[in-house]
């Protein structure tokens, strides 16, 4: 059964901490990863992976992938308040998008 | 150009009564997604259309949820009857066969059943 797992399932941390959030999976025929960042509204999207090794960067955020192991990261560096959301990962398989249960991050001040 | 849009954005009844949502996609997107999310939970595919074709359907519980897209457009999810395990976010989401990759959601709608 395909699945997605996103780890930790949530992180409380201070203004300007860089954090890693962690997604795993096993998915029939990947054709993608991708990173979603959801407040209290649509989720909207961040990165799309589909090559092992590639970084993706935008801003402070950035993603790799690793097909061999099934992983993904995303980093987060000198986080801001605003950074707190529910950080969604999912992975296309020939057809279908699988969710994650998302890493709720919480960024105080 | 506008995103996908989604109404009502919120809506309360009572169980056992029935209940409608409605999705515009972003224009062009032929493929369109309606999830579920419960709380704490990642969204859950409840069916898939490739224009008015419903191609995916296999999560719909199809005794009380139905779901249309009669011009290959607009979408409509109906539940009847609600009940109280219902009470969740309905997701619309969609996307263009020319970039197959990412999703484009709508806000939601939150319904509640009392």
């Known amino acids: 059964e395909d699945k997605v797992v996103q780890s930790p399932l949530s992180l409380v941390v201070h203004e300007g901490d860089t954090v890693t959030l962690n997604c795993s999976y096993e998915v029939t025929n990947f054709r993608s990863l991708l990173w979603y960042k959801q407040e209290k509204k649509a989720p909207t999207f961040l990165f799309m992976l589909t090559s092992s090794g590639i970084e993706k960067k935008s801003g402070r955020l950035s993603s790799i992938l690793d097909k061999k192991e099934l992983f993904s990261i995303l980093n987060i560096t000198a986080t801001q308040t605003g950074d707190s959301a529910v950080y969604l990962c999912?992975?296309?398989?020939?057809?279908?998008?699988?969710f994650g249960t998302g890493t709720r991050l919480k960024v105080l001040a | 150009e506008a995103g996908v849009v989604q109404s009502p954005r919120y809506k309360i009844i009572e169980k056992k009564q029935p209940v409608a949502f409605w999705c515009n996609p972003i224009?062009?997107?032929?493929?369109l997604y309606w999830y579920l999310q419960n709380l704490g939970q990642g969204p859950e595919l409840l069916i898939r259309y490739e224009n008015e074709e419903a191609v995916d359907d296999s999560q719909l519980p199809k005794d009380r949820f139905s779901a249309e897209r009669l011009k290959g457009v607009d979408s409509t999810l109906k539940i009847q009857p609600a009940e109280l395990g219902d009470s969740a976010v309905y997701l619309c989401?969609?996307?263009?066969?020319?970039?197959?990759?990412?999703?484009?959601f709508g806000e939601g709608s939150r319904l509640t059943v009392l």
């Open positions: 999912a992975v296309k398989g020939t057809y279908k998008y699988i």
């Open positions: 224009s062009g997107h032929n493929t």
């Open positions: 989401a969609s996307r263009s066969a020319s970039s197959p990759g990412e999703l484009f």
